[in-house]
C-alpha cells in the first residue's frame, strides 16, 4: 500500500468530526468485521480533490460479515439501532457473509474479499474507528485509483451494469475531474 496516501486518508477522515462521528456509532455497535464504506469514503475524498464542501450521501453503507445470522432481518435490527443512534442518516447495513447469493458467488470469507466485488475500485473502500480511535481501512485495489481520481471498474464486476450505474450517477457532473474509464480501456477525460 503506497503509505502516503494511506496517511491522507486518515487524516481528512480525522479532520471530520461528522465522520468520525458516524463511524463512533458504527464502533460501539461491536459487529464483527464491521465497516463504513462506498460513497461515505469516495465522496468525501472526491469533494476534497474538488475543494467542495461535502456532497449529499444517498446513504451510508454499513456492512459487516457474520455467518452466525446472516439474514436481513438481523441488518433491519442494526439499522434500527443507528437510526436511534441518529435518526438523520439514512442507514443501511449488509451483512456480507449472504451478499454473495444475490452476486452469484461463491462464499465470501470476509468484508475485505466482499468489497472487491463492488463496482468500481475507488468505491471499493471502506474504513472503521477502532476502540484505540485508530482509524482502519480496507481497500482491495488500494487507495491510488480514488486519490487519483480515476472510477475503473473492478475486474469482477459486470462491464454492463457498471457502466448504466456510472450513466445514472452523473458523476462528472459533480466532480469534473474525475477520469471515468467505460470499460477497460477506454476513458471519460476531464470535462
Given at each position: 500500500m503506497n503509505q502516503q496516501l494511506e496517511q491522507e486518508l486518515i487524516k481528512i477522515i480525522k479532520s471530520d468530526l461528522w465522520m468520525i462521528g458516524i463511524l463512533k456509532i458504527v464502533r460501539d455497535l461491536r459487529l464483527n468485521d464491521c465497516w463504513v464504506g462506498a460513497g461515505f469514503i469516495r465522496n468525501k475524498i472526491w469533494d476534497e480533490k474538488h475543494g467542495k464542501n461535502r456532497t449529499?450521501?444517498?446513504?451510508?453503507?454499513?456492512?459487516?460479515?457474520?455467518?452466525s445470522n446472516s439474514t436481513k432481518q438481523y441488518d433491519s435490527q442494526i439499522e434500527?439501532?443507528?437510526?436511534?443512534?441518529?435518526p438523520n442518516l439514512n442507514w443501511s447495513v449488509k451483512n456480507q457473509s449472504r451478499m454473495n447469493i444475490r452476486n452469484g458467488h461463491e462464499q465470501y470469507t470476509d468484508s475485505n474479499e466482499a468489497i472487491s466485488f463492488w463496482p468500481e475500485t475507488a468505491t471499493s473502500i471502506a474504513v472503521k474507528l477502532d476502540f484505540k480511535n485508530q482509524i482502519k481501512y480496507i481497500a482491495p485495489y488500494g487507495l491510488e485509483d480514488l486519490f487519483n481520481l480515476l472510477v475503473i471498474p473492478t475486474p469482477k464486476f459486470d462491464l454492463?451494469?457498471?457502466?448504466?450505474?456510472?450513466?445514472?450517477?452523473?458523476?462528472?457532473?459533480?466532480?469534473?475531474?474525475?477520469?471515468?474509464?467505460?470499460?477497460y480501456n477506454t476513458c471519460i477525460k476531464h470535462s
Open positions: 449529499e450521501l444517498n446513504d451510508i453503507d454499513v456492512i459487516h460479515f457474520d455467518k434500527s439501532k443507528l437510526r436511534i443512534a441518529n454492463t451494469i457498471y457502466n448504466e450505474r456510472i450513466e445514472k450517477k452523473r458523476w462528472k457532473e459533480k466532480w469534473n475531474k474525475l477520469e471515468i474509464k467505460t470499460g
